[in-house]
């Protein structure tokens, strides 16, 4: 990278080092809750109650009003809550919960003209700490499958999404609901999520798998790409180094804007790419990931030589199985022929000759 004057040189030196910064920040102790709470119901009754809760992405923990039980997932849970946990928590808080998701159904469904209708409402709240400080809380509400309102603990009021319902924000701001939203958020979330990561692991830590690939765009440019998978628990830092230097090279992205993503076994997944101009033969670059299993950096070179653009690839196994049909298929017509005509020389033709008088 040129820089054109000094101040654009430490411009860029300032932003790399934020940006280095802010990862190695994410990549501290980071942990995530969430609890979905479900009603389905009419303005006269309340027919079916579930919930269910994710701390880092795996499912911990459900509730159905059938039974009128907690159902953990992961049997040590239980033992870091404490034996009265979970007793408590069906009485004073689910318990609770059905009777206010009762209410609010048939109160928000009695406009309805048809009064046998179902609605579902959902209440989705999830929280977050870094190094044991909590930074996200936040509740949603959701009525028949689309967000209505919703609240971020640090704004302290509540957002309409529809304005529609406009008219209910006054019982969600009245002291009783904003009393109960603080306690359970806190009691509930934040607390609960504290003494979890504090007893044990959800799962087993996992090294992250690397492969580095590089290829030529249809463009012309170099594209790095660097995969990190399998890895748990979720936090790590990845980023570009050319002949062990950091900087900006190219244009950077990753595989999503919430930076890793969950895979089937409640593993993570993050892909990062780097793309380089024409001009730039790729060489001397290496992805640098840092993850809480690995004892040291990890450094893994781009290979040297760059392979072709993925949809050339495609293009060309079309190509070739076309052509691998059509000779399969020239094949066979050539064997049908032969075949025939060995048939014809086998079993030559049943019409008997002419009589000699008739010649």
């Given at each position: 990278m040129e820089c054109h004057s000094r101040w654009s040189c430490l411009s860029s030196a300032w932003l790399l080092f934020l940006g280095v910064f802010v990862f190695r920040q994410t990549w501290a102790v980071h942990h995530r809750l969430m609890g979905q709470l479900t009603a389905v119901g009419s303005a006269h009754s309340l027919l079916e109650v579930s919930a269910i809760s994710f701390l880092d992405d795996v499912e911990v923990g459900s509730?159905?009003?059938?039974?009128?039980?907690?159902?953990?997932?992961?049997?040590?849970?239980?033992k870091a809550l404490g034996d009265n946990y979970v007793t408590?928590?069906?009485?004073?808080?689910?318990?609770?919960?059905?009777?206010?998701?009762?209410?609010?159904?048939?109160?928000?469904?009695?406009?309805?003209?048809?009064?046998?209708?179902?609605?579902?409402?959902?209440?989705?709240?999830?929280?977050?700490?870094?190094?044991?400080?909590?930074?996200?809380?936040?509740?949603?509400?959701?009525?028949?499958?689309?967000?209505?309102?919703?609240?971020?603990?640090?704004?302290?009021?509540?957002?309409?999404?529809?304005?529609?319902?406009?008219?209910?924000?006054?019982?969600?701001?009245?002291?009783?609901?904003?009393?109960?939203r603080k306690r359970y958020m806190k009691l509930y979330c934040v607390d609960v999520m504290r003494k979890v990561v504090g007893y044990s692991h959800i799962r087993d830590n996992v090294a992250p798998e690397m492969a580095v690939s590089q290829h030529v765009s249809t463009e012309g440019s170099i594209i790095l790409s660097c995969i990190a998978t399998g890895f748990y628990p979720r936090?790590?830092?990845?980023?570009?180094?050319?002949?062990?230097?950091?900087?900006?090279?190219?244009?950077?992205?990753?595989?999503?804007?919430?930076?890793?993503?969950?895979?089937?076994?409640?593993?993570?997944?993050?892909?990062?790419?780097?793309?380089?101009?024409?001009?730039?033969?790729?060489?001397?670059?290496?992805?640098?990931v840092e993850h809480s299993e690995l004892k040291t950096p990890a450094i893994y070179s781009v290979p040297g030589?760059?392979?072709?653009?993925?949809?050339?690839?495609?293009?060309?196994?079309?190509?070739?199985?076309?052509?691998?049909?059509?000779?399969?298929?020239?094949?066979?017509?050539?064997?049908?022929?032969?075949?025939?005509?060995?048939?014809?020389?086998?079993f030559p033709s049943s019409t008997p000759p002419a009589p000699s008088s008739l010649q």
């Open positions: 509730y159905n009003k059938e039974h009128k039980q907690i159902v953990v997932k992961i049997p040590w849970i239980s408590q928590l069906v009485d004073d808080l689910l318990l609770n919960q059905e009777e206010d998701l009762r209410w609010t159904i048939e109160y928000v469904a009695r406009n309805d003209t048809n009064h046998d209708r179902n609605h579902t409402a959902q209440l989705l709240a999830e929280c977050e700490i870094d190094n044991n400080i909590t930074v996200k809380s936040q509740i949603h509400l959701i009525w028949d499958g689309v967000e209505i309102f919703r609240i971020d603990e640090e704004v302290g009021h509540w957002e309409i999404i529809n304005l529609e319902f406009k008219q209910y924000q006054h019982i969600l701001e009245s002291l009783l609901w904003t009393t109960l936090s790590i830092l990845m980023h570009w180094e050319k002949n062990g230097k950091l900087g900006i090279w190219g244009n950077e992205s990753s595989s999503g804007t919430l930076g890793t993503l969950p895979n089937m076994d409640s593993t993570f997944y993050l892909k990062i790419t780097l793309e380089l101009s024409s001009e730039d033969s790729g060489a001397g670059y290496s992805c640098v030589k760059p392979t072709m653009e993925k949809s050339w690839v495609l293009e060309l196994g079309i190509v070739l199985t076309i052509i691998l049909l059509l000779s399969c298929a020239g094949a066979f017509i050539i064997w049908k022929k032969r075949k025939t005509g060995q048939l014809e020389r086998s």
